[in-house]
C-alpha cells in the first residue's frame, strides 16, 4: 500500500514556474513507476510525465516535452514535477501516480495509487 500527498500546486502567470511535490508513504517507494497526470474541468484524466523505478528513463506528454521535468529522491519518498513556460491550457488538476512494474505507461488505469490532487491555475 502507498499513499501518495501532492502539493506545491497555485496560481501563477502565463510564463511561469511551479514545482509540484508528490511525498509516498510506505518503504518501498523505489519499487515504483511514477506518474503524473492532470484533468482539467469537463475534459478527461491525462498523462503529463512518468519515470522508472531509478530515474532514469523518463517519458513525457508531448504537451510538456521541453517545459517540465520529472525526477524523483527515493531517499525522500518523493517525486517531482517542475513546470515552466506555463500556459492558461496546463490549467488543471494535477495527480501523482505509483504503478507497481517495470513497463511504462501512460494510462492511466494501469496505475496502482492516486494522490488526491492539487490544483494549477495558469492566468494569462
Known amino acids: 500500500q502507498v499513499q501518495l500527498v501532492e502539493s506545491g500546486g497555485g496560481l501563477v502567470q502565463a510564463g511561469g514556474s511551479l514545482r509540484l511535490s508528490c511525498a509516498a508513504s510506505?518503504?518501498?517507494?523505489?519499487?515504483?513507476?511514477m506518474g503524473w497526470f492532470r484533468q482539467a474541468p469537463g475534459k478527461e484524466r491525462e498523462f503529463v510525465a512518468s519515470?522508472?523505478?531509478?530515474?532514469?528513463?523518463?517519458t513525457y506528454a508531448d504537451s510538456g516535452k521541453g517545459r517540465f521535468t520529472i525526477y524523483r529522491d527515493n531517499a525522500a519518498n518523493s517525486v517531482y514535477l517542475h513546470m515552466n513556460s506555463l500556459k492558461p491550457e496546463d490549467t488543471a488538476v494535477y495527480y501523482c501516480?505509483?504503478?507497481?512494474?517495470?513497463?511504462?505507461?501512460?494510462?492511466?488505469?494501469?496505475?496502482?495509487?492516486w494522490g488526491q490532487g492539487t490544483q494549477v491555475t495558469v492566468s494569462s
Open positions: 519515470i522508472s523505478f531509478s530515474g532514469g528513463r523518463t
Open positions: 501516480a505509483a504503478k507497481l512494474g517495470v513497463v511504462p505507461t501512460t494510462t492511466a488505469n494501469l496505475y496502482d495509487y
Open positions: 510506505g518503504r518501498t517507494f523505489s519499487s515504483y513507476l
